[in-house]
């Protein structure tokens, strides 16, 4: 699910502070991660082994953003709630390279 998707979400669910805070939260994580003040952990060691070796996750509140690291860049793969199926939402992100 895409951020916009997850913040659209959360306001017919939950409403737009909910949301903001959601945003809020995820936006800071993201920034701190690019920052290089934060490390996520392995997706392997927490999720499954079959999961790429560079596949990392942070939390931010009750979501997870799952995101690989560059040499130049963080690349972020998709911000999941924590309530979501990881493995099955994981096991085929898609094309990466």
Known sequence: M??????F???QRFGADQSRKYKDQIK???RLLAAGHLT???CRDLIAPNL???MRLI???RHA???IETA??????DVVHLSADLTARLTDPGPLD
Do not use: E, H, K, P
């Not at 895409?2 to 913040?7: G, H």
């Open 2 to 7: 895409a951020f916009a998707d997850v913040a």
């Open 9 to 11: 979400w959360t306001v």
């Open 28 to 30: 800071d994580r993201v």
């Open 40 to 42: 996520g952990r392995s």
């Open 52 to 54: 790429r070796a560079d």
């Open 59 to 61: 939390r931010a509140g």
């Open 65 to 67: 953003i799952i995101y």
């Open 72 to 77: 130049r860049m963080i690349i972020i793969l």
